[in-house]
């Protein structure tokens, strides 16, 4: 099949649940004999062709928060005008917004629009922005031929709110060798010496929550926030003034590659303290590098984890504080939950199995 995907920010993830699940998918795709063409915002790939033998197609955009989405994918739709594919698969609600126009111009070319969350309850939005968002939903889960949903609160959602059968195909994830210390060290740490959060310094994350709780603890243990703003340095400001003075937390900024890696590897405990999420992307990564998870008891969290992990009141200062202090207290009961959670990921979350699902579904769909 020749697969052309619309709607990420591009190839290779820099960061994003959305990047690194579109990513994922298309190198398992291109080895298993398909072709994939990723359209990508030409600032993001920086000029690149191909990456893994994914084809990288740069189409201009609008730089902002609220119009960069949608005018990178109303060019890669004119672009794809003039292209032969077998199916076309839209990321997320908002570039969703325009399967229409693909319908005019691909008629014949079946369309699966990939669900990936309900972005318009993400706290940056305006009220302009997250109506449209719910109107690319809309869209999306109308015009659409296939719709793949990546959780299973998702799908429910899905069934009862438009009436349709939607395809619950979740995110993959790895289990890969552990990672020794070594570029780590710049930052003082060592195995087991910290904990950890990975994902973008939205509001929505609650990393605020974590900051406060980890600040009330008597630990040598330290605390890595590792990512940075999605338009949101008025945030990402405030968490740092809010860590100011205790020399225990430490900023990394985004990280990408081994120097990722290794914090994956290394972690005693990963925390996801978040207000909102669709099936994360990082959660499922943490599990997958053999983490204990500390995260929020939102419906999708909770789905992630199932009983490999431990949940905290969302939102509450007090009940995070309480249950980090226990767990950083059971080393063993930790280690337990890590290897519990792996074994999670390879029977739940394999990529070798989604890959195929999703092969399947574009096969039904041409």
Not at 63 to 73: H, L, M, P, S, V
Not at 91 to 103: E, V
Not at 243 to 266: H, P, Y
Not at 273 to 300: F, N, R, T
Request: hydrophobic share 40%.
């Amino acid at each position: 099949m020749r697969i052309a995907f619309i709607g990420q920010k591009g190839m290779p993830t820099q960061n994003g649940g959305v990047e690194i699940y579109a990513e994922n998918l298309a190198i398992n795709l291109v080895k298993r004999g398909h072709e994939v063409l990723t359209y990508s915002r030409r600032y993001y790939s920086g000029g690149l062709k191909e990456y893994k033998g994914v084809r990288i197609i740069s189409v201009p955009s609008w730089r902002g928060k609220n119009f960069e989405a949608i005018t990178n994918t109303f060019f890669a739709c004119l672009d794809l005008a003039f292209r032969k594919v077998d199916v076309i698969n839209v990321q997320a609600i908002g570039p969703a917004s325009l399967i229409w126009l693909l319908k005019i111009l691909k008629p014949r070319t079946p369309i699966i629009f990939t669900f990936h969350c309900q972005d318009y309850h993400q706290k940056k939005w305006g009220a302009f922005a997250r109506a449209y968002l719910k109107f690319g939903e809309r869209v999306g889960c109308r015009l659409a031929d296939k719709v793949i949903t990546t959780s299973q609160v998702l799908n429910e959602y899905t069934k009862e709110t438009y009436n349709l059968d939607p395809i619950y195909i979740p995110y993959g994830a790895f289990t890969p060798e552990k990672l020794p210390v070594r570029d780590i060290r710049r930052w003082g740490l060592e195995k087991d010496n910290y904990i950890t959060y990975i994902g973008r310094l939205v509001r929505h994350k609650g990393v605020h929550y974590l900051i406060e709780a980890f600040k009330q603890i008597k630990t040598d243990k330290k605390l890595v926030i590792v990512g940075d703003s999605a338009h949101t340095d008025d945030y990402v400001a405030e968490l740092r003034e809010l860590a100011a003075g205790d020399d225990r937390i430490i900023f990394t900024g985004n990280q990408s590659g081994s120097v990722l890696k290794e914090l994956f590897s290394n972690a005693y405990l990963f925390v996801q303290p978040s207000e909102y999420e669709g099936l994360s992307v990082a959660l499922l990564e943490a599990m997958g590098w053999q983490l204990a998870c500390l995260v929020s008891d939102i419906e999708q969290n909770r789905e992630g984890i199932a009983d490999c992990g431990v949940t905290f009141k969302n939102k509450d200062v007090a009940d995070l504080r309480v249950k980090l202090s226990q767990l950083l207290e059971q080393p063993a009961e930790v280690s337990r939950l890590g290897q519990d959670a792996a074994e999670r990921v390879k029977q739940e979350y394999n990529w070798n199995t989604i890959v195929l699902d999703i092969e399947k579904a574009y096969q039904a769909a041409i």
